[in-house]
């Protein structure tokens, strides 16, 4: 089952069809490609289901975060806010390695996340020879 939602760019006006490949939550804002401004969910009456699709090399799918993905996402984070200014996690955290860990236990398989068409054909369908 397939969800198409359309996305509008509150910046540049951009509309993009994005489509969500499982039953789950998606995120009300994305960022836009074409300006890199803030798109919103719009038309939520529009949202249409299908369970079969075409999907481009250039669309955008959702899919559930991969554990991966989420340990890239945490040990970037943690290496920004290591001695940030704004929150400085070596005041609340011994080493990196726990704060990863600890931020580790906030994964969840239905977070949403964004990535291209042809990600999501090379790693999401099964390959039919
Ligand atoms: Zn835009």
């Not at 951009?14 to 919103?40: H, Q, W």
């Not at 906030?106 to 068409?117: A, C, L, M, R, V």
Request: hydrophobic letters at 35%; proline letters at 2%.
């Amino acid at each position: 089952m397939y969800t198409v939602m359309i996305y509008k760019c509150e910046d540049c006006g951009k509309d993009e069809l994005i489509i969500n490949s499982r039953i789950g939550v998606t995120p009300f804002a994305v960022n836009c490609t074409l300006c890199d401004g803030t798109m919103y969910h719009v038309h939520w009456d529009k949202d249409c289901e299908t369970e079969s699709i075409e999907i481009d090399d250039d669309d955008r799918v959702f899919v559930g975060m991969t554990i991966d993905v989420f340990k890239k996402i945490v040990v970037e984070r943690v290496n920004i806010f290591w001695y940030s200014a704004i929150y400085q996690m070596s005041n609340d955290y011994k080493t990196k390695k726990e704060a990863i860990e600890s931020l580790m236990k906030e994964y969840d398989p239905e977070t949403p996340n964004i990535i291209s068409g042809k990600e999501y054909k090379e790693n999401y369908v099964d390959k039919i020879l």
